[in-house]
């Protein structure tokens, strides 16, 4: 059977919307099956809760250089291709994640996996392709809710897989699953002639040309870093939170709080609504009150559950709909360049994810859930303050 041609600016069925939120969040789900299960991970392997932590970090410097070396290449390549090459790669490292006998061998492992998880990345500016200029926030608000979605339901589900069968059986499960989505996207997605010609390593050097060019370009950036690191940061430290007294919840109690963030997607969804509506910068600094919310809402809830779980709804609601405005005005800047910018943003955020988690386990030190919650609030008035100085000038796809 031959693939299905579908050319740019055409209306993308609802199967296909579906099937692109679908891979792409199962894809990115495969970079926090481990954000649970740091403390049952780090009993079987003998290594601190603290030091466990770097299973996270490592995961998201992996999929900083994956993003940076592999996501352009679906401007030159055929991606009905690409994607189902990523999605067979990354079960491959899944499958050593699910075997490795000690933390350092693990450690390489997820880092391997973050490196080559990237599909979701590659559908993302596939789903801006496809869409009509008039649709293109909703049709890339639902792409991007479905990567909202895994990234959330993979706390849960790891959770509770590992709570019945052992931390290596969702590796197992995420390996099976990237080996399904890679022969039904593989028989699915459309062929799309490549947008443009380059060299690899001037394909590359054009990623950071773009950004130099488009003062807005840079302005999102630095947004999405900010956010990226600030939600990093806040769900790891939630792990060592609810693991700790008074909660000492189990792996798969701690799972499910991921199901709290689910309003999150649902809200990314009608943010690309707001965007196709020309509201997208009044919007983003609501987000931004709204992310400072949450951190002062947590800092004052640290042994009161609901008060933890309004935050992470907030935090969350807050967080997907700021990317998903971000994410779409970015890809209003240039067609022929949506893969390079999408490069550009993702791993700026996943830089910035590494870094968030990373300053977790020393501000947990220090001061514990209020410590890191105080850091998060000061770093959103950080971003209220870049959102309030940059808006003038960011119009573009606005």
């Known amino acids: 059977m031959s693939p299905p041609t579908t050319p740019p600016g055409t209306r993308p069925g609802r199967g296909l ?50 993003i940076l070396l592999i996501v352009p290449l679906g401007d030159v390549l055929d991606r009905r291709r690409l994607v ?27 880092t391997l996996v973050g490196l080559t998880t990237v599909s979701g990345q590659v559908i993302a500016p596939l789903a801006g392709d496809l869409a009509d200029p008039a649709e293109r926030g909703r049709v ?6 479905g990567i909202l979605t895994g990234i959330l ?19 197992v499960a995420a390996a099976v699953l990237a080996l399904v989505l890679a022969v039904v996207t593989w028989r699915r997605l459309p062929v799309l002639p490549a947008k443009t ?17 488009e003062r807005v370009v840079r302005w999102s950036l630095v947004l999405g870093a900010l956010q990226f690191g600030l939600f990093t940061m806040f769900w790891t430290a939630l792990t060592f939170l609810l693991s700790a007294p008074p909660y000492e919840y189990s792996e798969a109690a701690i799972g499910l709080f ?22 997208s910068l009044p919007a983003a600094g609501v987000g931004w009150v709204a992310v400072l919310a949450s951190f002062v809402v947590a800092a004052v809830s640290g042994r009161h559950v609901v008060g933890v779980v309004v935050a992470i709804v907030l935090l969350d609601v807050a967080i997907q709909s700021l990317n998903i405005l971000n994410q779409t005005r970015l890809f209003a800047v240039s067609h022929e360049a949506r893969s390079r910018l999408n ?13 968030g988690s990373a300053l977790t386990g020393p501000l947990w030190q220090a001061g514990g859930w209020t410590a890191v919650a105080s850091a998060g609030a000061a770093l959103s008035l950080v971003g ?15």
Do not use: K
């Open 153 to 171: 339901l993979s706390r849960t589900v790891s959770g509770l897989v590992a709570g019945a069968f052992g931390w290596r059986a969702i590796y």
């Open 140 to 145: 890339v608000g639902t792409v991007t809710s």
């Open 384 to 398: 209220l303050g870049v959102w309030a100085v940059g808006r003038r000038g960011a119009l573009v796809g606005s």
């Open 343 to 355: 490069t550009a943003a993702i791993t700026t955020n996943f830089l910035a994810g590494a870094v």
């Open 17 to 66: 919307v579906l099937l692109l939120a679908v891979a792409a969040g199962a894809a990115v789900g495969n970079l926090y099956w481990a954000q649970p299960l740091l403390e049952v991970i780090g009993r079987e392997l003998d290594v601190p809760s603290g030091h466990a932590g770097w299973l996270v970090t490592a995961t998201q410097l992996g999929y900083a250089v994956g």
């Open 197 to 213: 010609h380059l060299p690899y390593p001037a394909l590359l050097r054009s990623v950071f040309t773009v950004v130099a060019q």
């Open 258 to 279: 991921g199901l709290f963030g689910l309003a999150g997607a649902v809200a990314a969804q009608r943010s690309g609504r707001l965007h196709d509506r020309g509201w």
């Open 84 to 110: 189902p090459l990523l999605l067979t790669v990354s079960a491959v490292m899944l499958v050593g994640c699910a075997v490795a006998p000690t933390f350092p061998v693990l450690l390489a492992a997820v």
